[in-house]
């Protein structure tokens, strides 16, 4: 995981190389990496979707996912970091910590990833292991542990003094790097290396207690002691080993790899995870420990269209084992699938398995309802693990088909498209009859509109970008309304009384019934939530989405004569309609980051460029290689930004953008066109 360009495709095929799973390196700039397999990836030369692979190295099976750098493929990076066990953080030593980095950091922080980093580049102009290790202590306030320190910088970067053996090590450039001569540390270079070993001993030894006070008798510590407690501290998070290599130099690559198989997690030492157990009287979460032996469950974390298998549900283990062949039940959908074949996959390739286990990540092939997100396991354990959560798309366009023959051909693509990627939605435009697709940036749909064309071969106009707004409701109310019809001959009626509220910027949505169930059928509770559920869907004045509002269902008034659950769906539209017109409602715009990196001399002109488009500056950073502006700006002012921003830079300054919130959008609708 990493910021755009850090290196991680690189660092991924090095690693595959090494382990012998490829025989050829191969690189982003020529369209050959084996990770970037989509035609558009190796187009763009960039990462699109998270690929998997397993390969393996001393006897140990590694599953790896390399994920893409954009902001707006994050989606893919969390739910590859909500299954995985142990991520390695490439960080280049030039840059330091960038904004991207900054966002994958919190994403693993809040899944609980133990982490390693790489920092890469070490042979470029600029390079400063020391500096980048002090960047990540002070931006994420861990404590880094350096295991290796540079044999020169920059252009003048040769190997690695590696602090446990006290050896230093090259690698042959020949051989491409496959093979490395370990030599004593050399006599100018080696009062900094004692230095620097000192520092890793006492910083591992003050995570230990036995440890600890062997250090301070003075005892010595093997090297396996040492590396037991680092491997503790790393997974526990009490620290962060750092290594350091340029990986498109071949260089630094095998000892990352070591440490993967030395300090990352296995399955089986990570905390069990946690699920809600949907049998049970009431719903209760239980623990599912990582063991072969035990029910089968697994999580679907991604699914991926195949024109040839249909879809391709990559499924991680947490429980049990699942047999190709065999019927399994799907927890979220609660029905009966089978699994037709499983794959073990190597990029776009893939081999037969006949089982996988827990702690495994493999492709079922065969199902049909799955979605990501979903739990499949057996009927006797119905456990539901945690879904991943995603950020709403802020971006929109409008399709239309050249012909009305390609109009079914359109939808039936962008419901595959949608089911791949959940931070993809699309809908028709009830008064236009147009499609809208919206996605989290202009690249994201840009690279979703490609691939309709050219994977699918649909033809379809593209409208302009346009933001994706929402409503909320800014003050609280409370109505009671009733419905009564007479359909069918038959008098149907339902009275309810609902409270909306407004919620904390970025909570969401969130419904609630505080009404006894004893005497009410499931049905109609379902039918009152469903209704209220649509009705924040489908918005307040304006028909968008609302956002960061609570409904509170404070009573039902069922009688079992004239109750359907018909009546009670169309009584809570109008409850929501009415409440939220007495609620103050608000049109709400997304408002974006923007990290801004240029040359100092160009930070005036740059920061002139967000703030003549309405953005704020929030503050500013220095670092060797330029200075980065942190900004935040509404999206809608946002279009064009990049070629603004070149001319006014000299084409010096590169910026990413991330969606931050939603915020009141002055004078309402009216100045949105």
Known sequence: MAHIDAGKTPTTERILYYTKKIHKIGEIDDGQATMDWMAQEQERGITICSAATTTFWKGFQINIIDTPGHVDFTAEVERSLRV??????????????????????????????????????????????????????????????????????????????????????????????????????????????????????????????????????????????????????????????????????????????????????????IPAAEGLHVKKEREEKVSVPCSSAGMPLGLVFKIQYDREMGSLCYVRMYSGKIAAGSQIFNISKRKRERVNRILRMHADKSEPVSEIAAGDIAVFVGMKLAQTGDTVGSEGFPVLLEKPTFPQPVISVALEPESMSEHDKLNETLEILSKEDPTFTWHEDAETGQLIISGMGELHLDVLVTRMRDDFGVKARVGAPQVTYREAVTAAAEVTEEYSRVLGGKETAAALSVRVEPRGQGEGNSYRCDVSRNDIPAEIYAAVEGGFKSSLESGIQYGYPCTDTAVVVTGIEYNELTATTFAFEACAAQAFDKACAAASPELLEPVMNVDISCPKDFVGDAMSQVTQRGGMILGQDSKSSGDVIHAQAPMAKMFGFSTNLRSATQGRASFSMEFSHFQVKPGGLASAY
Not at 186 to 215: G, N, P, T
Not at 224 to 238: C, D, F, Y
Request: aromatic share 8%.
């Open 84 to 269: 995985l066990d142990g991520a390695v953080a490439v960080i280049c030593a030039v840059d330091g910590v960038q904004p991207q980095t900054e966002t994958v950091w919190k994403q693993a922080d809040e899944f609980r990833v133990p982490r390693i980093c790489f920092m890469n580049k070490m042979d470029r102009v600029g390079a400063d292991f020391f500096a980048s290790m002090a960047d990540v202590h002070d931006k994420f306030g861990v404590e880094c542990l350096a295991l290796q320190i540079p044999i020169g910088q920059g252009q003048a970067f040769e190997g690695v003094i590696d602090l446990l053996s006290m050896k230093e090590v090259r690698w042959d450039a020949a051989t491409d790097g496959e093979q490395f001569f370990e030599s004593d540390v050399a006599a100018e270079r080696r009062a900094e290396a004692e230095e620097w070993r000192e520092k890793l001993v006492e910083q591992i030894a003050a995570s230990d207690d036995a440890l600890a006070e062997r250090y301070l008798e003075g005892a010595g510590i093997s090297v396996e002691e040492l590396k037991v407690a680092l491997r503790r501290g790393t997974i526990s998070r009490t620290f962060v080993p750092v290594l350091m290599g340029a990986a498109r130099h071949n260089q630094g690559v095998q000892p990352l790899i070591d440490a993967v198989v030395e300090y990352l997690p296995s399955p089986d030492e």
